[in-house]
């Protein structure tokens, strides 16, 4: 990508001709959106992440909360911008202390997300971060977590949605965000 064109183009159609779609990845009929590209480029990535902070500046967010793995990625740019705290969720058996645990349900599988006891305390102003909404499944889970520990939970916001798998369905009530849309 030509530098000069990165710093015109509109951040979504920069994020869009990024992506990398990986067919058939990890598994036959996944159509895997590989957002490494964004990453490598210095002008896109902070784009993006100066777009996803647009709406929190000057809010007083408490917390930025990372699913695992890529979310975290998204999460710790986005709370070094806006000055907030960290908090990772991650997939079980990974955290050292105390956590609480919620299970969700994949395609054919099912599987536990766990936060630290101690990582949001009651009525902290928090914003979820992750890569992509498909089904919501993952993020339906982390949503459960947070009010387990009586988060506020302000914003939720994503990269990519894949509308096509409703995962918006599962969110309902909440103010979500994505940068880009698949709707097929
Ligand atoms: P879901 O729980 O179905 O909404 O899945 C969301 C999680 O799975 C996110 O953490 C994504 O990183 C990952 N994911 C699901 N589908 C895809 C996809 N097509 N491409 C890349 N990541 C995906």
Known sequence: MVNKAVKTMSIKGLIK?????????PEKGVSFKDITPLLQDKEIFGRLI?????????KKIDKIIGIDA????????????????LTIVR????LPFKTISK?????YASNILEMHKDSILPGEKVIIVDDVLATGGTMEATV???KELKGKIIGIDFLIELNYLKGRKKLKGYK????VNYKQ
């Open 176 to 179: 979500i965000k994505t940068l």
């Open 17 to 25: 001709s990024n992506i990398r779609e990986i067919p058939d990845w």
């Open 50 to 58: 100066d777009e996803l902070a647009k709406p929190y500046i000057n």
């Open 91 to 94: 997939k079980k058996g990974k």
């Open 103 to 107: 299970k969700y349900s994949l395609e």
């Open 70 to 85: 890529r979310g975290f990625i998204l999460a710790s740019a986005l709370a070094y911008k806006l000055k907030t705290g």
């Open 144 to 146: 459960g977590l947070i």
